[in-house]
């Protein structure tokens, strides 16, 4: 089948309208609910980590544990471990990425198209200006962040970013010989900071008071009707009948950002509910059971090999961290994943941090509780570290009275305490910790995360480096190291051999960056 995964990004579990929220997604809504609504889906609560694993699998098995990969940070997925485009293009499909990548860029082979995808165009970073694609890494380091293949595409300029990218995947369809099949990545920007929409989407929330809300809210509202065409290319390409569509949130709203996750705990940057239960659904002519709710233990992870599985593509020989839930989806059988690895981020307990008894003494002498991990085995989910904000954040405009969050909205957390238990089954908004009362449950999970933990690799967090900035790259964001010959054996979407990208090597540009180098290293040995 034509496999079409489209991941958004920062949509709360409470943002659309199948939730119950005041923005209007009546596209996304109907496709839900002629498919199969996942109810019990996560993913991971920051961008990078939940796009490396959706590419490849477990984080904790690419060292990319601690969190995002920064613009300037020398990282990307490892070349070692192939990705979900690489094995699919393997089993004979066509290949195509258009969106936000935000999986590392230090290198020439770090790129979408050196990762197994035929066509790219969106952002290397994590985040940007939705017209004008300015992408800045603090206030020091500023580019621009719009790549068509390995070019920049400087004349797309001016054109809003969901608006340009349904374009340019309405084209792919139109183009795409139906025999071969086809895999598309859409990977939307929306609806990411800055929070910025046409003015017909912001007419549509004229009534709302919250700045940011409204923003928000019309950013999905373009984002639900440019899904409607995509399905209607779909169609008038005689590509739908044959075609799997998956659609997921990157991961959890952000609250301060007109985000909603409500009812649920927390939101983006946490492991409660709130940052790590997704929007999501499959829509497929191809599913045996329709308009369906399933409530399978589905992780962002289990997209690899379900859609190898569904390209009949071999699996690895070597295990892989997701597992095949077609058969749970489609049918309804039992679903093979019965606990998911949230994460653990070994980067998160500080080097030489004040040795504390009691965090032993939680981690009953199995685990170190000052590690911030998250686990979740059958109806169980476990947390140790520093898990985020807890709060329960209601939306800024609800139709109901306040009495439905009263006393729900702050919880902080005593001093000392490192490990919390809930039945996430029962009580999905984490109000009741057992921790204290059911510490046989919580020795089994902190031992099944000390058993993950010896399958880790090291965690790869390197500084930020100063030859990366824009500046000294034409004003764009691109690859800085290993650029011998990049470009000279690449070939553009017409089949034509490309040129080297220019670089500017001029004496100030290199006088400039060796400065910046210095400056950085004498900052971190003040530092430490």
Known sequence: ?????????????????????DIHTPVLDQLAAEGVKLENYYVQPICSPSRSQLMTGYQIHTGLQHSIIRPRQPLCLPPDVPTLPERLAEAGYATHMVGKWHLGFSRPDCLPTRRGFQSFLGTLTGSGDHFSYQSCDGAEACGFDLHDGNRPAWEMRGNYSTLLYIERVKKILQSHNSQRPLFLYLSLQAAHTPLQAPDVFLHHYDTQSNRQRRHYAAMLSCLDEGIAELVKELKTSGLYQNSVLIYSSDNGGQPLSGGSNWPLRGGKGTYWEGGIRAVGFVHSPLLKRKGMVSRALIHVSDWYPTLLGLAGALQPHYKLDGHNVWASISEGLPCPRTEILLNIDPVSRKPGEPYDKALELN???????????????????????????????????????PERWEKLEKRRNRLGKSVWLFNVSADPYERFDLAEVRPAVVKHLLARLAEYNHTAVMARNPPDDPMADPELHGGVWSP???????????????????KTPKVRHCKLCKLKALFKKVESRLERKTLF
């Open 1 to 21: 089948p034509h496999l079409i995964f489209i991941m958004v990004d920062d949509q709360g579990y409470g943002d659309v309208g199948y939730h119950g929220s």
């Open 480 to 498: 800085w190291l290993g650029l011998e010959g990049w470009g000279r054996n690449e070939k553009d979407k017409d089949g034509k051999k490309g």
């Open 363 to 401: 981690g009953f002498g199995i685990w170190d509780t000052a590690v911030r991990a998250a686990l979740r085995v059958g109806d169980w989910k476990l947390l140790t570290g520093n898990v985020g904000d807890g709060d329960w954040i209601p939306p800024q405009a609800l139709p109901v009275g």
